[in-house]
């Protein structure tokens, strides 16, 4: 979070191995950081971690992180199977996101 501080709007993704109030995203969050499925379903417990049995997802360990200057427009965690078995352990997350325009002051 702070090597992109002063970079362009950053996203961090991936199977992070870490729940949304565990100590390393929470770092993230206090940076600015907002998870593209939290900020756009706040209530849905539905985890990313299946291990092939489990229909809840578990926890929710892969995620979509967008730094400052980015917003969330979709986000879904992807729980479907294919002809009844899940294509991984894990649930994919997708986002839809914006670039959100810098205050120039102008009009766009």
Request: hydrophobic content about 35%; proline content about 9%; overall charge negative.
């Amino acid at each position: 979070a702070q090597h992109a501080e002063e970079g362009p709007p950053t996203a961090v993704l991936g199977d992070l191995n870490a729940g949304e109030g565990s100590e390393p995203l929470k770092t993230f969050f206090e940076g600015g950081y907002q998870s593209a499925v939290l900020a756009l379903h706040p209530m849905s417990s539905t985890g990313t971690f299946n291990g092939f049995r489990d229909p809840t997802g578990g926890d929710r360990i892969d995620h979509i992180l967008l730094g400052p200057g980015l917003n969330p427009l979709q986000a879904e965690i992807l729980d479907g199977q294919v002809d009844g078995v899940w294509p991984s352990d894990h649930f994919p997350v997708a986002a839809v996101i914006s670039l959100a325009m810098r205050d120039t002051g102008m009009e766009p």
